[in-house]
């Protein structure tokens, strides 16, 4: 039978908590500006739908696949074309 514990601080020991670490004297990194941006969008859900169902095949958010994808259209010097 597993006894039941009244106060967990009584049953803590000093190896079970972490060391505090102080962020007082912590510098804002200056190289974290410009690297990502966030933003929104208005999309088709169908759209929207794509994208979720590759993510979910991926094991990754649709996030992730939507930035994928747009990087390698910007790294690759993509051209884009709009038919009606």
């Known amino acids: ?3 039941k514990i009244v106060n967990i601080e009584d049953e803590l ?3 079970d908590i972490p060391e505090i670490i102080d ?3 912590a510098i804002h990194n200056p190289y974290i500006n410009g690297i990502r941006k ?3 969008i208005n999309m088709p859900v169908r759209t929207l739908n794509y994208f979720r169902d590759q ?3 991926l ?3 649709y996030q ?4 994928l ?3 390698e259209c910007a790294n690759n010097k993509r051209e884009i074309r709009i038919s009606n």
């Open 55 to 57: 993510a979910e095949k």
């Open 13 to 15: 020991l000093d190896d």
């Open 38 to 40: 966030d933003v929104s």
């Open 69 to 71: 994808y747009l990087s």
């Open 64 to 67: 992730t696949v939507i930035t």
């Open 23 to 25: 962020f007082t004297k």
């Open 59 to 61: 094991g990754v958010s």
């Open 1 to 3: 039978m597993t006894e």
